[in-house]
């Protein structure tokens, strides 16, 4: 067989494969799913405003979704969201909306910490951003701090 017919045979062999493998990539669930299940210590700060807050939360995986709960000054909020790219092609993230009347979303970005524990941090405010200055949050597990003996 020629060279050039050969090349001609390979090329067409692997264009079938290479949709199939761009379809198992989209797939591909992301390992943050898992990785931010738990109990962090948050701080946060409004949107358009210096105010700050603390409180806790508690991550869970609800089926195809993620649910927050948050305690903050003795309230407590649940909220859902999903794990998706930022961007196509691009790192991905948690999403939370809630809110009916007032739309609000919040976007998080994951890392890992010292410890290799999910370290969170967010922004968030109305949906579609109109701040100035969105609101922020930062997530830090409760995991690895263990009460330490004397």
């Known amino acids: 067989m020629k060279p050039t017919l ?20 989209e797939a ?23 105010a700050t807050y603390t409180g806790t939360a508690k991550i869970e995986r609800v089926g195809q979704q993620l649910r927050l709960t948050r305690t903050v000054g003795g309230k407590r909020s649940t909220i859902l969201g999903t794990v998706r790219r930022a961007d196509p092609g ?13 739309p609000m979303e919040m976007v998080c970005l994951v890392g890992p910490d010292l410890d290799n524990y999910a370290r ?22 409760q995991e690895p701090w263990e009460p330490v003996k004397p």
Not at 6 to 18: T, Y
Not at 120 to 141: D, I, K, V
């Open 6 to 25: 050969r090349w001609a045979l390979l090329v067409l062999a692997c264009l079938p494969a290479a949709p199939a493998l761009a379809a198992d990539d």
């Open 120 to 141: 969170l941090t967010c922004h968030w405010g109305r949906a579609g951003n109109p701040h100035a200055q969105p609101g922020m949050e930062a997530y830090f597990a």
């Open 90 to 102: 691009e790192a991905w993230v948690l999403h939370f909306k809630w809110g009916q009347k007032a």
């Open 28 to 50: 591909d669930e992301s390992p943050l799913w898992d990785f931010v299940r738990g109990r962090y210590t948050l701080i946060g700060r409004q949107p358009d405003s210096q």
